[in-house]
């Protein structure tokens, strides 16, 4: 079984431009959550993803936005692209909700450069 | 807001020892979640243990074990026996109850050493 995927490993932009990650969650599981963690910091929680929908968001601009697809995977776009973007983006997936119970799964995160 | 504190950035202990990572928490909710998350070098962080405040009994995991302290805002790990495995970096994290946001301390950087 396929834990939690995340694509591409390693991104190189440049400020200004705008950046899409992908996630896979591990099988079975419907939620996903997305984290910045930037060098030498604890994750920061950016938002939730529900049944395609925002289920719930961090202290983000709008310049973060993400989307779910039927098939539970997500996205993670950033627009306009700024130094303090460079993070390593992880990916959480959960069969429902921590709240409730569930245990999220971390991918192994997409390390995002922007010069 | 709730904040999280780890302040031990980094420890080191020798194998089989044991070894106590310390957290404080604030919040002035009465019912929220504690945990803690490992992530080794290169690898996927994992959660280690989970801790319900309305619960006086403190969780334990074979070898890791908390010890929570409400009224102190107290959620120290206790890990025993520790392996040449159990180097990373663990995170002490928060959530409210009926909230999926989980808010996580700085880190502490274990190193065991052989």
């Known amino acids: 079984d396929a834990g939690v995927t995340q694509s591409p490993t390693h991104l190189i932009k440049t400020r200004g431009q705008q950046v899409t990650l992908r996630c896979s969650p591990k099988?079975?599981?419907?939620?996903v959550s997305w984290y910045q963690q930037a060098l030498g910091q604890g994750p920061q929680f950016i938002f939730q993803y529900y049944e395609e929908e925002e289920r719930q968001r961090g202290n983000f601009p709008d310049r973060f936005s993400g989307h779910q697809f039927p098939n539970y995977s997500s996205e993670l776009n950033v627009n306009a692209l700024l130094l303090g973007d460079s993070a390593l983006y992880l990916c959480?997936?959960?069969?429902?909700?921590?709240?409730?119970?569930?245990?999220?799964?971390f991918g192994p995160g997409t390390r995002l450069t922007v010069t | 807001a709730q904040t999280v504190t780890q302040s031990q950035p980094e420890m080191s202990v020798q194998e089989a020892e044991t070894v106590t990572l310390s957290c404080t928490y604030d919040t002035s909710e009465s019912n929220y979640y504690l945990f803690w998350y490992k992530q080794p070098p290169s690898r996927q962080m994992i959660l280690v243990i989970r801790?319900?405040?309305?619960?006086?009994q403190n969780a334990t995991e074979n070898r890791f074990s908390v010890n929570f302290q409400k009224a102190a805002k107290s959620f120290s790990l206790k890990i025993s026996d520790s392996q040449l495995g159990d180097t990373a970096m663990y995170f002490c994290a928060f959530m409210k109850s009926r909230d999926d946001k989980i808010i996580f301390g700085k880190g502490t950087r274990l190193h065991i050493l052989p």
């Open positions: 099988s079975g599981h419907d939620t």
């Open positions: 801790q319900e405040a309305y619960k006086q």
């Open positions: 959480a997936s959960s069969l429902g909700w921590v709240e409730a119970g569930a245990e999220q799964y």
